[in-house]
């Protein structure tokens, strides 16, 4: 049962939605520069439990943190879900704060594009199955984190470290079998 991906996807819908009737809670959870600056580090976790788009990109997203989610929950299980989960959209938004410093910001994309990048990892090992089709887009999920991050998109990063995380776990699992 992937739980993470459940109560995380569950979370972030009901304060993304509860946001547009009291905007109190995106602006305590968000990526606030000036509330970074003052010490609030906190908030490059709690803005990945907010989502702030235009409806549709927010269905997007959390739709596919959940298809995604679902897939890396059951490759790596429940703890390093959240592992990947978790440091990836902490990294991501910390990007985020680097690159545009001045720009406040929420979201769970980030943390959307670690799973993301896990999975890649596994679709490249010995693991999975043998489709040539999923080489293919392993390998271009890969190079899209790259150029991602060479224009400095915040969510290139956390692909790339989910995908190092990715492949640990999967040779960390290849070695105890």
Do not use: K
């Amino acid at each position: 049962m992937p739980i993470c991906t459940a109560v995380v996807v569950a979370i972030t819908t009901l304060l993304t939605v509860l946001q547009y009737r009291r905007p109190e809670i995106r602006l305590a959870l968000w990526r606030d520069p000036e509330q970074l600056r003052s010490g609030q580090w906190w908030r490059l976790l709690t803005a990945l439990f907010v989502q702030y788009d235009a409806t549709w990109m927010i269905i997007v997203v959390l739709v596919l943190i959940a298809a995604v989610g679902v897939l890396a929950e059951r490759l790596f299980g429940h703890v390093n879900w959240l592992l990947i989960y978790l440091g990836c959209g902490v990294v991501g938004q910390a990007f985020g704060w680097l690159w545009l410093p001045h720009t406040s910001d929420a979201g769970a994309s980030v943390a959307g594009a670690g799973l993301l990048g896990a999975v890649c990892a596994w679709l490249l090992s010995p693991a999975a199955p043998r489709l040539a089709r999923l080489w293919v887009w392993a390998i271009v999920w890969l190079l899209v984190g790259v150029v991602l991050t060479a224009v400095r998109d915040m969510h290139g990063p956390p692909l790339l470290i989910g995908f190092s995380l990715g492949a640990l776990l999967v040779w960390r699992d290849q070695r105890r079998h």
